[in-house]
Nanobody, 114 residues
């Protein structure tokens, strides 16, 4: 079995920062990529940021320059540093692990509000 555990969500004021963490453990064969997706109420799940084992990063246009994704390959952990948060960043954030098959975490809620 594989476990994907996210942490770090919460309530923050506009302009503030949060750091999300995601750790994968269990029967993994070699993670190719890890990433963060988000889903706001009434909207489809969308890519926020993704990083491959080789360090190639992809960001949604809406978060470029504000969010930074990083990864610890040895620990199968991915981080998302979110700065200059806006109300439109409010969503449930999900970690995606691309191994031989894809695994998803349960999600962590991020609320940006004054």
């Amino acid at each position: 079995q594989v476990q994907v555990v996210e942490s770090g969500g919460g309530l923050v004021q506009p302009g503030g920062s949060l750091r999300l963490s995601c750790a994968a453990s269990g029967r993994l064969f070699g993670i190719y990529a890890m990433g963060w997706y988000r889903q706001a109420p009434g909207k489809q799940r969308e890519l926020v940021a993704r990083i491959t084992s080789g360090g190639r990063r992809t960001y949604a246009d809406s978060v470029k320059g504000r969010f930074t994704i990083s990864r610890d390959n040895a620990e199968n952990t991915v981080y998302l540093q979110m700065n200059s948060l806006k109300s439109e960043d409010t969503a449930d954030y999900y970690c995606k692990v691309e191994d031989r098959i894809v695994y998803w975490g349960q999600g962590t809620q991020v609320t940006v509000s004054s």
